[in-house]
């Protein structure tokens, strides 16, 4: 039997205002909306629901404020059994928040307010021990680089494989990409960050190339509705996505992200994690809202067999 995987998340955590729209207005324009919810989100946050979903023991080192929203997102994370012992608090920033704008087509627009998440502060003795024993780091760009960057330098000397997701954009150092085994990324990332346009499978192996070249190991380009490439030493597979009635895709690379990173430290092949990775991300576009749409594994595993990858050139 394989052990349970151990996963330390290092991101951000946001208070989602959620706003339905039929669509989003116009400059100067005013319209009815249908909605407005206040639902746990934060990149990191899902991330880390989307790796305890599946079965990890996860822990989260993130920041938020000392107010209603904080103590929510700590209550949230809390129910699914998310160590807590590194949450930090801020005495003076508010929780993270952004606005979620969604429309009936399932278009979503977002801005984030960092807020707490801005003010993560980490301490190198205390990360040597948080990250002990764990299989994989996994962390975004929602909370600050140095930050980011301190805690990759960590996990590599604990002997902790680091998994990435570069959103949203920022330039990075050209140091950090060696110290990537996993780089996760849509495909407006893969293009940006690669150069070139990525739109098809075909494009999103050679963004994955070029971005190995850089020295990270292995490569995961999502491609929204039409699937996952990845790209690793073996060569560049196209995995595609389930076919499903989406009505809100927030969320959905974070929720591909946490079963990556668990079917990985379970042992997966990378074409065998993505595979997952689709089924997962499949159930929580069919769901509305950020960490209340990231299903089980149960739920992942109710889903239909993911489609057999297809090799590329
Ligand atoms: P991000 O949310 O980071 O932009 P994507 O939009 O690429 O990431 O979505 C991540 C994964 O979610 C995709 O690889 C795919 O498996 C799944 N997904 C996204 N949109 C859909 C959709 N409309 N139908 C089915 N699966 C989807």
């Not at 960092?114 to 040597?128: F, K, V, Y």
């Not at 192996?205 to 073996?234: C, D, N, P």
């Not at 074409?271 to 149960?298: D, E, K, L, N, Y």
Request: hydrophobic share 50%; charged share 15%.
């Amino acid at each position: 039997m394989t052990q349970t995987p151990a996963i330390v998340v290092l991101g951000s955590l946001n208070m989602d205002l959620l706003l339905r729209v039929p669509r989003v207005p116009g400059a100067g324009e005013t319209l009815l909306g249908h909605s407005l919810q206040l639902l746990p989100g934060g990149k990191g946050g899902n991330q880390a629901v989307g790796c305890a979903r599946q079965g990890a023991r996860v822990r989260l080192l993130a920041r938020i404020g000392r107010d209603a929203d904080g103590q929510a997102l700590r209550e949230a994370l809390a129910r699914d059994g998310i160590a807590l012992d590194a949450l930090q608090q801020d005495e003076t920033e508010p929780t993270g928040r952004a606005l979620v704008m969604l429309e009936d087509s399932a278009q979503n627009r977002i801005v984030v307010l960092p807020g707490a998440n801005a003010r993560l502060a980490l301490d190198d003795a205390a990360l040597a021990r948080q990250l002990q024993g764990a299989q994989y780091l996994v962390t975004q760009l929602e909370t600050p680089l140095p930050v980011v960057l301190q805690a990759v330098a960590a996990a590599r000397r604990a002997g902790c494989k680091v998994m990435f997701n570069p959103s949203p954009m920022l330039p990075l150092p050209d140091a950090l990409w060696p110290q990537i085994d996993t780089l996760v990324l849509n495909e407006v990332e893969a293009a940006a960050y690669a150069g070139g346009e990525v739109a098809t499978p075909a494009q999103a192996a050679a963004a994955g190339r070029a971005l190995r070249a850089r020295g990270v190991a292995q490569v995961v380009v999502t491609l929204g509705a039409l699937g996952a490439v990845t790209v690793e030493q073996g060569g560049c597979r196209f995995q595609p996505a389930l076919r499903v009635r989406a009505v809100d895709t927030t969320a959905a690379g974070d929720t591909f992200t946490g079963a990556l990173a668990v079917a990985l430290a379970q042992g997966s092949s990378l074409a065998q994690a993505a595979a997952r990775g689709v089924r997962a991300s499949a159930v929580c576009v069919t769901r509305i809202g950020a960490q209340v749409s990231i299903p089980t594994a149960a739920e992942a595993d109710a889903q239909p067999e993911a489609l057999p990858a297809q090799d590329l050139p």
